[in-house]
């Protein structure tokens, strides 16, 4: 991306949701503009070089009360390996009642982020 170029960007990091236009210049330099806070220049850096997403989904059961646990992980990982965390979470099946918050599986992906379940079963 050359500095003439930029992404446009909604902030979430606060309330404001500001409009963001970001570029990153030959020389490497970010440029933001529309931010309202420092913060909307740190999260366009991070969606420019390293983009995370937390992960909500399901995980199957042996419960037939609850066939499907509402899961979600405890962090961000990268926007890249959402992909092979759902086919890694394809292969989970819960045999245990759980309590919300407990850990269904750790070090999702190779990330070091743990899925949690987010209801109790």
């Known amino acids: 991306m050359n500095s003439k170029e930029g992404k446009e960007l909604i902030c979430i990091v606060c309330p404001n949701g500001c409009r963001l236009n970001a570029a990153m210049g030959e020389d490497g330099q970010l440029s933001v503009t529309g931010n309202k806070c420092k913060r909307g220049e740190k999260f366009a850096q991070a969606e420019l070089t390293n983009p995370t997403r937390s992960l909500t989904t399901t995980v199957r059961t042996s419960f037939s009360t609850m066939p499907w646990l509402p899961v979600r992980t405890d962090g961000e990982i990268p926007k890249k390996l ?11 099946l819960i045999e245990k009642n759980l309590r919300c918050g407990e850990v269904v599986l ?14 109790d079963l």
């Open 106 to 119: 750790t070090d999702l992906a190779g990330t070091g982020i743990n899925v949690i379940a987010a209801s």
């Open 82 to 92: 959402i992909g092979d965390a759902l086919k890694e979470l394809q292969s989970v």
